[in-house]
């Protein structure tokens, strides 16, 4: 198995996590109120995560699994998946009915032997929303759309289904499991996957050109399991199968594999913020 390092600026997660978290500090009507008020919980997380090196790749990088999750003293962690995107809630309650923002990093391309004569993707950060329900007790669907600034510069999105198993003595440790479902517009295929004609040439790859459409099913699991009342550990591990456009791209046949593996663990950390 051949590793690279790749280190996207997960120092943003933490920064952002706590700028999230404390926002502009509101003026409480009098003391007696403000101590009425539950603390908001804060969990940071960072650890070492096992990913493809671009999509459709064979090769394995070594990149970072941050971790954020905020919620009120007076609820239950709300349940966080490690393929989701991060970002505040905006209507409704994590744990039952919610919708939002989320954002997440986008994949990148670098130079590498089997993409010699193909163009890089950089940095890149999507942005978009979510929405997320329990169907069933203990089961939650969930659904994001984001759309790239830099790297692809495209649309992406997500359909998950997991079953949440909790424990019964502490709350915070969990374990989830289900399948994934992930769409790509014409412009993230074609980023990805595609090949165009001048690259063709440069690459000795087939000129391909995908429309959009599901390129990818799957599954992740995930687990958290509290060491005491603030460290804890996050571990994942997630399969995808790539299909349609991209299991099509001469790219993938020829020079990757279209089982794709990512797997990881974090130390977590849970903070308390008075209010």
Not at 141 to 155: C, D, N, P, T, V
Not at 227 to 237: E, V
């Amino acid at each position: 198995m051949n590793l690279a390092i790749k280190l996207p600026s997960a120092a943003a997660w933490v920064a952002g996590a706590m700028l999230w978290a404390t926002g502009a500090p509101a003026q409480a009507e009098d003391a007696a109120q403000s101590q009425d008020r539950p603390d908001r919980l804060v969990m940071v997380g960072l650890g070492p995560r096992l990913e493809p090196s671009y999509p459709g790749s064979s090769r394995t990088s070594i990149g970072v699994a941050p971790v954020v999750n905020v919620w009120s003293e007076d609820q239950s962690l709300p349940v966080e998946t490690p393929d989701e995107g991060k970002g505040p809630t905006l209507l409704g309650t994590r744990n039952a009915s919610a919708a939002g923002l989320t954002f997440a990093f986008a994949p990148q391309r670098g130079s590498e032997t089997a993409t010699q004569g193909l163009r890089k993707v950089g940095f890149g950060i999507e942005a978009g929303l979510f929405a997320e329900s329990y169907v069933l007790p203990g089961v939650r669907l969930r659904a994001e759309a984001r759309h790239a600034i830099g790297a692809h510069a495209a649309l992406v999105g997500d359909a998950a289904l997991d079953l949440v198993l909790r424990s019964k003595r502490n709350d915070r440790a969990m374990l989830t499991l289900g399948p994934r479902v992930r769409f790509g517009s014409g412009g993230y295929n074609r980023r990805y996957y595609g090949i165009e004609p001048g690259e063709a040439v440069a690459s000795g790859l087939a000129p391909y050109r995908p429309d959009a459409g599901i390129h990818a099913v799957g599954a992740v699991a995930g687990a958290h399991w509290p060491i005491d009342s603030r460290w804890g550990l996050f571990g994942f591990a997630g399969y995808d199968r790539l299909v349609g456009p991209a299991a099509s791209s001469p790219l993938v046949k020829t020079r990757g594999r279209a089982d794709q593996i990512n797997a990881g663990l974090a130390l977590t950390y849970v903070f308390r913020i008075k209010r």
